[in-house]
C-alpha cells in the first residue's frame, strides 16, 4: 500500500511570510496527525483529526498556524505569518483510528527553514 | 499526562556488539502502549517494536526486544548485533488518551566499525 505522503519536501522562507504543508494519509486512515519536530527533540503534536473533525489542538499556535482536512482525507498545515522559531520538521501521520495497537505510519515530513 | 523520559543523549557501541536504550514514562492509565522508533539522518519514522501494557511478554522484531518493566515503569530497547545501519535517531513514545503518541526527545545511536 502506498505510505503517507507529504510535500513539499523541503522549504525555505523568510520570517513574516506564509507557507502550507500538504499531507495525504493511507487510504481508510481516519486519524491524521501533525508533528512538529525542532532540531535535536521529538516530534510534538500540533494537532489531531478523526475524519475531517478536530480531535485535539491544544499545542497549536492558533494565532499563526491553522489546520484542515476537508473530506476528511487529505489535509494541509499553514502558518502565517512565519517566525525563525517555526524552522522545523512537520510530520503527518496517520492510523485507523480504530484503537488497534500498530499502524501509525509516518510521512517523510517537509524541513521548514525560516531566515 | 503521560510522559516519556529518555536520559541518553547519546549512545556508542561497537559493531556486532548489543546495545540498551533506556525509557521511563509515566501514566496514570491502566491500559497504555509503549513504541520505539527509528529516525535516520534522511528524516522519516520507522516503527521498530510495540509492547502493549497487558502484555505479560516482552515484545521482540528480529533484532529488537523490548524490556518492558512494568513496575519501574520503564521500557528499554534492546538491539541485538549492531549494524552501521542502526546508526540513527531512537524515539520512545507512549499513547497518549486520544490515541496520539508522545515522544521522548531521543537517544541517538553511533555504531562504530
Known amino acids: 500500500e502506498a505510505g503517507v505522503a507529504q510535500s513539499p519536501r523541503y522549504k525555505i522562507i523568510e520570517k513574516r511570510q506564509s507557507v502550507a504543508f500538504w499531507c495525504n494519509p493511507i487510504?481508510?486512515?481516519?486519524?491524521l496527525y501533525w508533528y512538529q519536530q525542532i532540531l535535536g527533540q521529538g516530534p510534538k503534536l500540533l494537532i489531531q483529526f478523526q475524519n475531517n473533525g478536530v480531535v485535539d489542538d491544544s499545542q497549536l499556535p492558533k494565532d499563526r498556524f491553522s489546520a484542515e482536512r476537508l473530506k476528511g482525507v487529505d489535509s494541509t498545515l499553514k502558518i502565517q505569518p512565519a517566525k525563525l522559531e517555526d524552522s522545523a520538521v512537520y510530520l503527518c501521520?496517520?492510523?485507523?483510528?480504530?484503537?488497534?495497537?500498530?499502524?501509525?505510519?509516518f510521512g517523510s515530513g517537509t524541513r521548514l527553514t525560516v531566515v | 499526562a503521560q510522559k516519556i523520559t529518555q536520559t541518553q543523549p547519546g549512545m556508542f557501541v561497537q559493531e556486532k556488539e548489543a546495545v540498551t536504550l533506556d525509557c521511563t514514562y509515566d501514566?496514570?492509565?491502566?491500559?497504555?502502549?509503549l513504541f520505539w522508533y527509528k529516525q535516520p539522518s534522511s528524516g522519516e519514522m520507522i516503527f521498530l517494536i510495540y509492547q502493549g501494557s497487558y502484555d505479560e511478554q516482552n515484545a521482540t522484531e528480529g533484532r529488537y526486544s523490548l524490556n518492558f518493566q512494568k513496575a519501574r515503569k520503564s521500557a528499554n530497547l534492546v538491539i541485538s548485533a549492531s549494524q552501521l545501519g542502526d546508526s540513527a535517531m531512537y524515539f520512545c513514545?507512549?499513547?497518549?488518551?486520544?490515541?496520539?503518541?508522545?515522544f521522548g526527545k531521543g537517544t541517538k545511536l553511533s555504531v562504530k566499525p
Open positions: 513514545a507512549i499513547r497518549g488518551s486520544q490515541g496520539n503518541l508522545i
Open positions: 501521520a496517520s492510523n485507523l483510528g480504530d484503537g488497534t495497537a500498530g499502524g501509525y505510519t
Open positions: 487510504s481508510g486512515h481516519a486519524t
Open positions: 501514566t496514570s492509565d491502566q491500559s497504555y502502549g
